[in-house]
Structures are given as structure tokens and as C-alpha cells.
């Protein structure tokens, strides 16, 4: 049977599959509090001062520079004194410092990424009893980063920074919930704990309610609640709930339908960095909604959002390749990025895998593997896939 491949199969399919990206995990930040006032205005004098007391041993001035290096909005941003200065706090107890260094490890910040490192300082900063290490130390063993994947452990320091009313970890527990990670799935309680976090302030958890009320998980479905919690996300500077806001309109989600409203909240989510905008900004410039139809645009996009890790775009690149949209069709490229999509077990990825070795594009045919794509596909939910293997469609 010859089959064909697919972008987005239905625009429905890039909002299920973003339905992680809606309650997405919060990764780790240095979380470093607010320059402080002596130092914050960038006045010399303040600066000096501050040298002046942290050269004569204050821990709390040497966090401080340390941190006045690391941000980079006072002074020249500079890794190799910040972590000379976050030693000196450190080595005096200042749990920040520790943290601050375990996120120089995490991310490679002058200093080569090391996750054992980034783990150990975090250790040191939680069990001293800093929430924020405790949260950003439950993250690396939820991803495995340093350490075999630890569901329970990740539950364990997430539940640790909870407990002192730390915003992201009560989030982050609301993830594993939302999604049954280490824990029973409990909708509920997810939602319960979005809504601690909402008290804190944290944004994240705003937008994770309105999606909570979007899909009907743990509350009853209300595309009204959803749009007001998405709104009150966005005012804080939450892109990806600008993106969703985008979703409603562009469905007409207790909304008239509304493509002009739609791309200006997906453009706005795309400038401010936010993958799932970019795609949904990139769907609209593919099918010609709202917009005039252009694919250089639509790969530009796809490409931004694709390189921050999102396997729809990914996805959507192979198929512009795989079928000549907007650039020369180009098997080999279409099967790069549908591989790249597959192995984060994007469905639509995997059925268009099963597709290139079915047809022998870009590869040789192989009956085998395209059936082994095609169940694949099937498994995560594709329904071309079920259709094509015999199996039940729901």
C-alpha cells in the first residue's frame, strides 16, 4: 500500500501533541534573588563599596558580586570572577552561591557542563536547606542528568522545595501528577498543586490551570476559565500562554474564530522566544490561514522552534523537504528530520519513517522497518498508522 506522507495531519494534532509543552516541566534556574539595592543602580560608589566589603571577608558581599558578575547587567558579565567570588561565599556557607555554581555546571557557563557537579552543589545547597537547589536537583534526576533516570528521587526533592512553599517544585509536582511520572496519575491533585504554585506568583502554573480548564483535567471543561488563566499568564511574561491563547482563537474555543487574533498572539509568543508560537506561526504561514501562503516563512519558523527541541517542527521540516514545498525535495534531508522528530517519538515523525521505507525515499525499501515504523506510530497514537495496520480507530 502506498501511503502518503504527512505534516500535521489535522492543526487538533500539533495542540495534543503540545499538550505537554502546556504543562511542561519547569527545568532548573540559577534563581538568584534580585541585585540588592547597594549594588542593583549600578552607582560606582555602591560597586566599590560592595568590593571593598567583600575583599574584607563578608559572605553575603561576596555572594553578591559573585552575582553582580554572573548577571551581567551592572558590570561586564564575566563567569571566571563570578565563580571566584560564589566560592569565596560559598566555601562561607552562602547556599545561593552553591546553587549559583550548580548552575554553572548544568549549563557550561565558564566552566565545562558537568552534571555530576551540577548535582553536587545542588546537594550541598538542599540539604542546607535552599528550596530552589532542592527543586533544580528533583529536575536532574527526573531527566537523568548526572544519573540514571529517578522518578522517586525527583518526586522526593521536588516534594522537599514544595514543603518550604517554593512556586516551581509545587509546579513540578503538578507535572509528575498531571502526567503519572513516579506517581498515579491524578488530574485532581495536579491541579491542586497549580494552583499553590499560582499563589506564589508563578506564571507557569497560570497557564498550566488554563490548560487544565482547556482539556477538562481534574476541572470541568470551561474554554472561558482557560482563556482568563492564559491571559493572566501572559501579563507576567508567560510566551507559551500566548500561544495557547493563539489556539483558542484560531479554533474558535469559546471565542468566535478569529486567524487575525490568533497570529498576533502566536507572534507574539514567537518573538519572545517560544517554541510552540513558533510552530503554530509556522502552521499558519504552511496552510496559508489568515496569512498569505509562504513556505520560506513557514520553514524559517519551524526551524526556530525545531531547534529548541520541538519534534512538530522537526517533523514538519522533513515533510517541507519530502515534498518540495518552498525548497528542492530533498529525500535524505526529509528522512534527517524525520529521524530527529522519531527519536522524541513524535507519531506523525514515525508514520512518515514508515513512509520513506515503504517507497524507498532516501533509503533502501524495507518492508520490515516501515511495518516497525508503522506500529510504532500506531502505539503513540497515529491514527494513518492503525488505518494502514488493520487496527481499531477510536
Known amino acids: 500500500m502506498t501511503t502518503r506522507p504527512r505534516s500535521l495531519s489535522a492543526f487538533l494534532l500539533a495542540l495534543l501533541l503540545a499538550s505537554a509543552g502546556a504543562t511542561a516541566l519547569a527545568a532548573p534556574a540559577a534563581d538568584s534573588e534580585e541585585l540588592t539595592g547597594r549594588a542593583a543602580t549600578g552607582d560606582p560608589a555602591a560597586i566599590v563599596k560592595l568590593l571593598e566589603q567583600a575583599r574584607a571577608g563578608d559572605a553575603a558581599a561576596a555572594l553578591e558580586v559573585g552575582m553582580l558578575y554572573y548577571d551581567g547587567r551592572v558590570v561586564e558579565r564575566n563567569f571566571a570572577l563570578a565563580r571566584e567570588w560564589l566560592d569565596k561565599a560559598a566555601a562561607k556557607g552562602q547556599t545561593q552561591a552553591m546553587n549559583l555554581i550548580g548552575h554553572m555546571y548544568q549549563e557550561g557557563l565558564g566552566v565545562t557542563q558537568d552534571y555530576v557537579q551540577a548535582r553536587l552543589w545542588y546537594r550541598q545547597a538542599a540539604d542546607a536547606g535552599l528550596a530552589a537547589a532542592a527543586n533544580n536537583l528533583g529536575w536532574l534526576y527526573l531527566e537523568g542528568y548526572g544519573s540514571g533516570k529517578s522518578p522517586a528521587l525527583a518526586k522526593e526533592w521536588f ?25 498515579p496519575r491524578d488530574a485532581q491533585h495536579a491541579l491542586d498543586l497549580y494552583r499553590e504554585a499560582a499563589e506564589g506568583g508563578y506564571a507557569p502554573a497560570l497557564r498550566a490551570i488554563g490548560w487544565a480548564y482547556q482539556t477538562g483535567q481534574g476541572v470541568e471543561r470551561d474554554f472561558a476559565a482557560a482563556k482568563s488563566w492564559y491571559e493572566k499568564a501572559a501579563e507576567k511574561g508567560e510566551f507559551e500562554a500566548e500561544a495557547m491563547l493563539g489556539q483558542l482563537f484560531q479554533q474558535g474555543l469559546g471565542v468566535a ?22 510552530l503554530f506561526l509556522g502552521w499558519l504561514y504552511q ?12 520553514l524559517a519558523w519551524y526551524r526556530k522552534s525545531a531547534a529548541q527541541g520541538n519534534a512538530t517542527a522537526q517533523n514538519n521540516i522533513g515533510y517541507l523537504y519530502d515534498q518540495g514545498l518552498g525548497v528542492k525535495r530533498d529525500d535524505k534531508e526529509a528522512l534527517a528530520w524525520y529521524l530527529k522528530a522519531a527519536r522524541q517519538d513524535e507519531p506523525t515523525a514515525l508514520f512518515n519513517l514508515g513512509h520513506m521505507y515503504e517507497d ?16 510504532s506510530a500506531a502505539d503513540h497514537g497515529n491514527i494513518a498508522a492503525k488505518r494502514i495496520l488493520g487496527q481499531a480507530v477510536r
Open 360 to 375: 524507498a525515499r532516501g533509503v533502501a525499501r524495507d518492508l520490515d522497518q516501515a511495518f516497525r515504523y508503522y506500529q
Open 287 to 298: 496552510q496559508g490561514l489568515g496569512v498569505a501562503q509562504d513556505y520560506a516563512s513557514a
Open 257 to 278: 474564530p478569529d486567524l487575525n487574533a490568533a497570529r498576533a498572539h502566536y507572534e507574539k509568543a514567537a518573538a519572545g522566544g517560544d517554541p510552540l508560537g513558533q
Open 159 to 183: 516534594g522537599r522545595a514544595a514543603e518550604q512553599k517554593f512556586p516551581a517544585a509545587r509546579y513540578n509536582l503538578g507535572y509528575l501528577y498531571s502526567n503519572g511520572i513516579g506517581v
